[in-house]
């Protein structure tokens, strides 16, 4: 657990090779975090993020794209589309964890040795709360244990409702 840092405050000033942004499937900014991602980082990111949709029409839930930062304390973003919440019927929590894995396949794939997450689907998607944290913390030892490369994930909450959360899991 050592590699795992709790963090609650803005993710958007927290210095990483990699923030995480929790995007929408087109890619074009939105609320909560992933519009203070775009604010933050500037005009640049939105510029990158636009000539993916063009070239491949967005993001599919589940999946992640990496563009550089703009004016970020961080190299990259990587663009992470989670799933909405609606009952746990249609395969909400597999989604969630192909979200994380496929965040982590990008960040082997570029090298990254420091990386923020905030809380994928639980703002505005209206994932469970707990339930989602478990599952990103399952991924996130899994990876680690994968990659010991890796040498820092911080989890960004926001709120101090995630926080305490993740606090009581990472505690036990």
Same mark, same amino acid.
């Given at each position: 657990?050592? #590699? &795992? =840092?709790?963090? +609650? $405050?803005?993710?958007? /000033?927290?210095?990483?090779?990699?923030?995480?942004?929790?995007?929408?499937?087109?890619?074009?900014?939105?609320?909560?975090?992933?519009?203070?991602?775009?604010?933050?980082?500037?005009?640049?990111?939105?510029?990158?993020?636009? #000539? &993916? =949709?063009?070239? +491949? $029409?967005?993001?599919? /839930?589940?999946?992640?794209?990496?563009?550089?930062?703009?004016?970020?304390?961080?190299?990259?973003?990587?663009?992470?589309?989670?799933?909405?919440?609606?009952?746990?019927?249609?395969?909400?929590?597999?989604?969630?964890?192909?979200?994380?894995?496929?965040?982590?396949?990008?960040?082997?794939?570029?090298?990254?040795?420091?990386?923020?997450?905030?809380?994928?689907?639980?703002?505005?998607?209206?994932?469970?709360?707990?339930?989602?944290?478990?599952?990103?913390?399952?991924?996130?030892?899994?990876?680690?244990?994968?990659?010991?490369?890796?040498?820092?994930?911080?989890?960004?909450?926001?709120?101090?409702?995630?926080?305490?959360?993740?606090?009581?899991?990472?505690?036990?």
């Amino acid at each position: 657990m050592h #590699k &795992i =840092k709790l963090i +609650q $405050g803005d993710i958007t /000033t927290i210095a990483v090779e990699a923030m995480v942004n929790a995007a929408n499937s087109s890619l074009l900014g939105g609320g909560g975090v992933d519009g203070a991602i775009h604010r933050a980082g500037g005009p640049e990111i939105l510029d990158e993020c636009r #000539k &993916i =949709k063009n070239r +491949q $029409g967005g993001c599919k /839930t589940g999946d992640a794209v990496i563009t550089q930062a703009g004016h970020l304390p961080a190299d990259y973003v990587i663009h992470a589309v989670g799933p909405f919440w609606s009952g746990g019927n249609n395969h909400e929590c597999e989604l969630l964890r192909k979200t994380y894995q496929s965040c982590f396949d990008l960040i082997s794939q570029y090298g990254i040795k420091s990386v923020s997450f905030p809380n994928i689907s639980t703002g505005i998607y209206k994932f469970p709360k707990e339930l989602a944290a478990q599952i990103a913390l399952d991924v996130i030892k899994k990876s680690l244990a994968e990659h010991p490369e890796i040498q820092q994930v911080n989890i960004c909450c926001f709120e101090p409702e995630s926080y305490q959360i993740y606090l009581s899991m990472v505690s036990r």
